[in-house]
């Protein structure tokens, strides 16, 4: 596993900054500064005055340094959006995380399981520790993220795949997991280093550590919320802040997206209903990722729907209740065929894609599980974006994406687990490039016994 890197800091007179540099660390405690944040990249010249005016030197970190760059013209946004908007595209002007060789789906989708399934008892005993009263193994937490992190930088769709599966009896735990891997997964698409990609799959594992404070009845109630029991819901980013407060090993960012991650552009959100410009960037990512995965999953009061329906919540509610720009990235990030997701064929047939194509986005990997007539069958391997056709020799082309449980298929099904094992999906692994190829002619073979 590749190190993640560790922090450059130099130490800086405040007459020395420049624009697009971090600071991590300054010369008085935090609470004695008026800034929001426990570390801020400088992206205009107020934020390069505020410093010099309460400070006489600071620490940048070198790794975190941010390109200044102006994007496309904002200006139909209110001022504080258009501000906060320009500045999260500037803090993702930075150096990719280093680019691992991709495995073929087939083997590390065995990998992620194993990952998978130590997160998931990772999140079953944090929360059993905490009703008892116990700390947080933040260690623990940390080991899980970065074996998953490696594994989404291998082959992303082998986790996506997995954390799309979720039953309605641990559905917090899971959908920790889910937010956890796909922030990691945006993250990466953005162009976030390494380090910051592990802060963004800790703060989606522990986003919503404060629900085990939340009476069970209230929490997993199959019906409509009173103002009351909403009340008490809504109390659950402040007691998970107060969970963590006291955890000195996590980063401030990842307690403060556990505080914010229901804070809203607008500042209609809570608990503390910020403005655009108090939200961190990581937070708005989370918030993102979280609200998609919860309107595309099964959860006791609400029935999953469509990846397009999710996709049309959150265009309607951009510069209100989601960063705009991140948005559309989201989105352009995860395709309109997500991994996980149930697709209907030309055919009328029902299959489950497996894995995205990064050049053909709408020629996915798909694994048929339904006919025609909507009766479970064998399972059939397509590649999308290879030659391969119908009984009339047409393409197979994708017509419509589903809700999980559309069909009477579900991904908590164990037809549609055992894909995970099945012989043929080794059919869909991608050819040797030249390359890799020619690496597996030249490499030292092993000494023949004599």
């Known amino acids: 596993m590749n190190e993640i890197k560790l922090m450059a800091k130099r130490r800086l007179d405040v007459s020395r900054l420049e624009l697009g540099m971090y600071v991590c660390e300054v010369d008085r405690p935090w609470s004695e500064t008026p800034f929001l944040f426990q570390g801020f990249p400088l992206l205009t010249k107020q934020d390069l005055e505020a410093v010099q005016g309460c400070c006489q030197f600071v620490y940048v970190d070198e790794y975190r340094r941010v390109r200044i760059k102006l994007e496309r013209a904002l200006a139909d946004q209110p001022a504080k959006l258009q501000a906060a908007s320009q500045s999260m595209m500037q803090i993702l002007s930075v150096t990719p995380s280093p680019q ?15 990952g998978g399934r130590k997160t998931s008892a990772l999140i079953k005993d944090m929360f059993f520790d905490i009703q008892l009263g116990r700390g947080i193994d933040t260690a623990a937490c940390r080991s899980v993220v970065r074996e998953n992190l490696k594994s989404m930088m291998c082959n992303e769709s082998a986790l996506l795949w997995l954390s799309r599966i979720k039953s309605q009896d641990d559905y917090t735990g899971q959908h920790c997991l889910a937010v956890s891997v796909m922030a990691m997964g945006f993250g990466r698409y953005l162009g976030i280093e390494e380090g910051g990609l592990e802060q963004l799959g800790l703060a989606g594992l522990l986003h919503d550590v404060g629900k085990i404070r939340i009476d069970p009845a209230v929490l997993n109630k199959p019906g409509k919320l009173t103002e009351k029991e909403f009340s008490l819901m809504k109390a659950h980013p402040g007691l998970g802040h107060r969970l963590l407060i006291g955890h000195r090993d996590l980063p401030p960012i990842v307690i403060d997206v556990v505080y914010g991650h229901h804070e809203r552009p607008d500042g209609r959100g809570y608990p503390r209903q910020l403005g655009a410009e108090q939200i961190a960037p990581f937070t708005r990512i989370i918030s993102i990722v979280d609200t998609f995965d919860a309107i595309t999953s099964n959860r006791v009061y609400d029935s999953a729907r469509s990846v397009k329906e999710a996709f049309k919540i959150l265009m309607e509610l951009r510069d209100q ?59 059939l391997f397509l590649d999308l974006a290879r030659i391969c056709v119908d009984h009339e020799g047409l393409p197979y082309r994708i017509t419509a994406c589903l809700a999980d449980g559309a069909k009477g298929l579900r991904m908590v099904d164990p037809q549609v687990q055992e894909l995970i094992d099945h012989h043929e999906l080794e059919s869909l692994d991608d ?14 073979s092993a000494p023949l016994n004599s």
């Open 431 to 444: 050819p040797l490039n030249p390359a890799d190829l020619l690496e597996s002619f030249t490499a030292p």
């Open 100 to 114: 691992l060789k991709r495995e073929p789906l087939s083997k590390e989708v065995l990998k992620a399981r194993e």
């Open 321 to 379: 209740q989601f960063d705009s720009e991140l948005v559309l990235r989201f989105i352009e990030w995860l395709g309109i065929f997500p991994v996980g997701t149930l697709v209907q064929l030309h055919t009328g047939e029902v299959g489950l894609v497996v894995e995205k194509n990064p050049t053909f986005k709408l020629r996915p990997k798909v694994v048929v599980m339904l006919d025609a007539d909507g009766q479970r069958c064998a399972p």
